[in-house]
């Protein structure tokens, strides 16, 4: 397990809520993969935009959202 601050070190990030020694088992990009204790990179693809995926994470057990743009309900 890796803390979010042992896996953002050397990243450039314009702000961050929480705990950034929360643990995460795993880094995973597509939300029907999330498994407990993982982070979820949320991004934008060609066809959808991973932002839209982040409540769902979330319920899968995500522990961590690494995101681009910050959900409406956190600004």
């Known amino acids: 397990m890796k803390s979010v601050k042992d896996i953002l070190n050397k990243v450039v990030v314009n702000a961050i809520q929480g705990n950034t020694e929360t643990k995460v088992n795993a880094i995973v990009f597509d939300s029907r993969n ?42």
């Open 34 to 75: 999330v498994q407990k204790n993982c982070l979820f990179a949320a991004q934008k693809g060609l066809l959808f935009d991973g932002h839209q995926f982040i409540d769902k994470a979330i319920e899968l057990g995500a522990v961590a959202i690494l995101c681009e743009k910050l959900p409406e309900k956190l600004t």
